[in-house]
Every structure is written in C-alpha cells, then in structure tokens.
C-alpha cells in the first residue's frame, strides 16, 4: 500500500475550514498546565471537527511556540476563547444552552461507551488539570460525567489521550447520524 500525500487526502484551507459544520460539542480545559497538553488538544479538535475550545484559569493560550509545537497550526484553525475561571465558562455555556458534563471518574459516572449523544443538543466537555483531573466544583455544576473504563494499573490517561478518547466517541456517534462530513 502507498501512504497517502496531503492532496490525497483533500484536506481544507483553514478558511474552508472555520466555515464548515461542526459536531456539536466544545471542549472545556480546565486548568491544564503543558502547553504541549494544549496543543495537542487544539490538533484533536481540528482533526474532528470541534466547533470550539474554552481555555480557562491557567491554561495557556495561543500564540505560543510550545503551543504551535504539537498543534502544527490547529491553533488558527479551531475557535477558541480564554476564560480566567472555568466557571465562567460554563455560565456562558449554560446560558447557549449546553449540556454540562466532564470527563473524570466519579461515583454514578456513565462508562463512554455507554452514552449516546442526544439529537438536537450541544455538549460542553470539561477535561481536567494533569494532576489533579476535574476540579470538584466544576465537577459538581455538570449533570453528566463520563468516564473511560479501564483495567490497567495506573488509575487515568493523560488528559490529551482521555479527552481525544471522548472526543471520538462524540464525532463517531455524529458521523454516523449527520451530514457531518
């Protein structure tokens, strides 16, 4: 098999790109310390089509060379907006009316596999600090906690992995279900 050249893969300009669908979910980063971390999550969010990022607290923000270094340039073409605390984020996402929930492990949390999205609404996904996940607060003001089960020894994934594992789990459900490509 030939490995495929980027004009093979018919990518869009990123003017083509901030214009067209997006799944319906934003991705929350609450308090996330490497700015490699916020990269590649930047680089994720391109890759499937979120319609947005919200930085918060002290999580960096674009432009950043550390930033650009795992992002390769997704920090033009995703959307995002700096928030200086992540409950500010989620009042202005509750007042569009989404559906607050966060990727961490909680007591009555739904295994993602488990979760289907629903028609019709838009989801708000906070992920977590490195060391110390979603912080309880944030935690308490989403009326859906997802977690990713696990069997190894180590109790999580690095907050890139997990948040790329739920973020497939939502563009998975929304290729199959809409128009979105």
């Not at 060379?65 to 795992?70: L, R």
Request: glycine share 8%; proline share 3%.
């Amino acid at each position: 098999m030939e490995k495929k050249t980027i004009w093979d893969m018919g990518r869009l300009s990123v003017e083509e790109y901030r214009r067209r669908r997006k799944i319906p979910l934003t991705v929350v980063v609450d308090n996330v310390r490497s700015l490699n971390n916020i990269g590649s999550l930047l680089r994720t969010c391109d890759a499937f089509g979120v319609e947005r990022v919200a930085l918060c607290g002290i999580t960096a923000t674009p432009p950043s060379a550390e930033i650009h270094k795992t992002a390769l340039g997704a920090e033009d073409s995703v959307e995002w907006v700096y928030y200086p605390t992540t409950g500010e984020a989620l009042d202005a996402l509750e007042a569009e009316g989404y559906v607050l929930s966060c990727l961490e492990q909680v007591k009555g949390s739904v295994e993602l596999g488990d979760f289907v999205p629903e028609d019709g609404r838009r989801y708000a996904l906070v992920c977590g600090n490195e060391v110390d996940g979603v912080a309880q607060d944030v935690v308490d003001r989403c009326g859906l906690c997802l977690e990713i089960p696990q069997i190894g020894t180590k109790h999580s994934l690095n907050v890139t992995v997990s948040t790329a594992v739920a973020i497939w789990h939502f563009f998975n459900y929304f290729l199959k279900t809409t128009d979105i490509r």
